[in-house]
């Protein structure tokens, strides 16, 4: 079925949403997700305008989502397909942008809310909520005070509701949101009122920016100020550290979040205590009195305090990031960043991606044709396609647990996905499966032809501001590399071929090919501590820089880092003891991207034959150390590795002061084994980590 140079060396069990999705076949509006010999999905993705934010379901039990660009989104159940709803006018021919939506909620089933930053008018004042009164089938804005972007929605009973914000005042409404008004009492002027919660009528709590949380039981006539999580000593001091974004009362508890943790106290005494597991997002079906929270790795728990939590599917987790949870009906719905729907109960999980029949499938990002065939392969993001007629029409074929960035197509029912960083899966349509995949021998076909030019590009900087450096080599008479092209950023920094000779001499290819051979026969193979030759001088060199960083800290954090120092200290001298195991982590901890990145150094190869080879070292944000590792993408193929040999001829055929040439050193090797063993033993996880905790101190 396959070429003999491919092998299956890994094989993970089919994620999640393929074993609830396409195994159990769970039907869309449009038909059933495509398995071989069964209908075609021809349902495109949901294009939002803006970011999902919040998940809205209506009493009837439909879905409605919002976004940060006022546009809102409805499906009659989470298998359902999505269209678009309107929040303006009748007559509005489309849908009002431009103001957040922040959640649409529900008196009953007729009578609703939407609430956010709102105007009524462009640059007018953000004062409005909008009302309809027949399910969502038309919107009417009403004004109900100065300008404010609402927060949140407490519903009551019998038309009572509210309002919290951007300002010092509470607004509420007595009859379904007709009219509004500012109860007595406020907070100062500067801060905000985050969050309501009321039992009844009369008595609850509200909470806010800088540690607040009140109590009434006068419907905010008076309140009286209670302590806090932080007031107890629970929180780190910090100014980031002290707003209490929600409340909620749950089986003779008071529960709030402050610090990203959730805190219980019984509602008779304040004493505070938080969860074993750290509880970033929870939603309480009030209903059915049951509390469901979701911690950082994605599992979902049962809830039923501080010290009782129960995971409901142990194996399972929600991979993407979480854009919002909500509990209703004995069941949880968390929608994702990846723009799929979850719905979880005690038995069940069951996950929904966001599709319409408003429009047919976009053109793909990525398009491979198989031969001799009309059939084409599409890859976008996480979707897999195929098109029957060379292209005109495309349907799903499947759908990733993940990112892809590459494809390269074997057949009509097999392919490779590749993340575009090193980790790639096959494909099988026959069974709807896909296997984690590592190719033997992947630069076989390119050493079939001789290399015949060679560039070296190395980009430099973040956001907007962009430095680029190139060096280009061609194949001379004499079958050597030599290089005839040296440019930084727009000017050329050598105008002559004499200048460029006596600059850098030509390089043999016949080393490089050697280099390239032993990726090839072991693309995985890590290096041995003793390869890098460290010497003394490179980890003197370390530890004077971790001295000096120390110097700069303010006092009161130079207990802390004396410990810190020790470590290091004592962590160096163990360096010859590092295995592949640590040496592998240590070198992937390259942080996580922040906002863009173009930080890069790119070795790209052409062969006779005008095939491409590139070879690139990403930096996010923290730099690599001997650039390692490497990803090498070929033939619609990507790998990582880890090959000194490769990082010490790229460093020999570019010169100093070149962007990044100088991550080719051991003081660097050694700083990422010590964080790395530092980072473990105090239970940080990574750069994230690390970046957020820098902030909160």
């Not at 993407?320 to 729907?341: F, G, H, M, P, W």
């Amino acid at each position: 079925m396959f070429r003999s140079n491919y092998r299956i060396d890994r094989i993970v069990s089919a994620p999640s949403f393929l074993r609830t999705s396409f195994f159990t076949l769970l039907f869309f509006a449009g038909g059933p997700l495509l398995l071989v010999g069964q209908s075609r999905n021809y349902n495109a993705n949901l294009e939002v305008e803006g970011n999902l934010d919040r998940i809205s379901p209506h009493p009837d039990g439909s879905i409605w989502l919002t976004t940060n660009e006022g546009f809102a989104y409805r499906a009659a159940a989470p298998d359902s397909l999505w269209y678009p709803w309107l929040l303006a006018d009748k007559q509005s021919d489309s849908l009002r942008t431009g103001d957040p939506i922040k959640r649409i909620v529900w008196f009953n089933e007729t009578i609703g809310l939407a609430y956010g930053n709102l105007a009524l008018e462009e640059d007018g004042d953000k004062n409005i909520v909008y009302r309809t009164t027949d399910g969502g089938e038309s919107w009417e804005p009403v004004q109900f005070g100065e300008p404010t972007w609402v927060y949140n929605a407490h519903m009551g009973k019998e038309g009572k509701a509210w309002l919290t914000g951007s300002s010092s005042k509470i607004y509420y409404t007595e009859n379904y949101g007709e009219q509004w008004k500012p109860l007595k009492k406020t907070v100062g002027s500067s801060e905000r009122l985050l969050r309501a919660y009321m039992l009844n009528d009369k008595e609850g709590l509200a909470s806010g920016s800088n540690n607040i949380l009140r109590q009434t039981s006068d419907n905010f006539e008076s309140w009286t100020t209670i302590e806090t999580p932080l007031d107890q000593g629970l929180v780190p001091e910090s100014r980031f550290n002290k707003s209490i974004t929600n409340i909620l009362h749950f089986n003779d508890y008071w529960v709030v979040q402050q610090n990203n943790r959730l805190y219980f106290t019984k509602d008779n005494a304040i004493q505070w205590d938080t969860t074993s597991q750290v509880i970033k997002q929870y939603s309480l079906d009030a209903i059915n009195n049951r509390l469901y929270g979701v911690d950082d790795s994605g599992y979902v728990y049962l809830i039923e305090d501080a010290m009782r939590l129960r995971k409901i599917h142990p194996t399972q987790r929600i991979e993407s990031t979480r854009e919002d949870i909500y509990a209703l009906n004995y069941q949880l719905l968390v929608l994702d960043k990846q723009r799929n729907l979850h719905v979880i109960d005690d038995l069940h999980w069951n996950t929904y991606p966001l599709h319409t029949d408003l429009y047919p499938i976009a053109e793909p990002e990525v398009i491979r044709s198989v031969k001799d065939s009309s059939m084409y392969w599409g890859l976008t993001e996480r979707d897999l396609y195929q098109s029957t007629d060379s292209g005109k029409t495309w349907f799903r074929a499947i759908t990733l647990d993940m990112e892809a960035a590459n494809l390269k197509v074997l057949d009509k029912e097999h392919s490779i996905a590749g993340d575009g960083e090193g980790k790639n899966y096959m494909v099988d349509l026959t069974t709807m499966k896909y296997e984690e995949y590592e190719m033997k021998n992947p630069l076989s076909t390119f050493f079939e032809s001789p290399v015949v030019k060679m560039s070296i590009k190395s980009v430099s900087g973040n956001f907007n501001s962009t430095n680029e450096m190139l060096m280009v080599y061609e194949l001379d008479v004499d079958q050597q590399l030599t290089l005839k092209t040296f440019t930084n950023g727009s000017s050329l920094a050598l105008d002559s071929d004499k200048e460029i000779e006596l600059w850098m001499p030509p390089q043999d290819p016949d080393k490089l090919t050697k280099v390239l051979e032993g990726v090839n026969a072991n693309p995985e193979s890590m290096p041995q501590i003793n390869e890098f030759v460290i010497l003394q001088f490179d980890i003197d060199r370390y530890l004077e820089k971790e001295d000096t960083k120390k110097a700069r800290k303010k006092a009161k954090k130079d207990e802390e880092k004396r410990k810190e120092l020790e470590f290091k200290r004592e962590a160096v001298k163990r360096l010859d003891t590092v295995s592949a195991g640590t040496l592998k982590p240590a070198l992937d901890a390259t942080g996580f991207r922040l906002f863009t990145n173009n930080r890069s150094m790119t070795m790209t190869l052409e062969n006779e034959d005008g095939m491409t080879l590139e070879v690139q070292s990403l930096m996010f944000l923290r730099p690599t150390a001997w650039h390692l590792p490497w990803t090498i993408t070929v033939d619609d193929y990507s790998f990582k590795t880890y090959s000194l040999d490769l990082s010490r001829y790229v460093r020999d055929v570019t010169p100093n002061g070149f962007h990044y040439r100088w991550q080719f050193n051991n003081t660097l090797l050694v700083e990422r084994i010590v964080t790395y063993w530092y980072n473990k033993e105090n239970n940080r996880t990574g750069d994230l980590d690390i970046f957020l905790q820098m902030f909160s101190r």
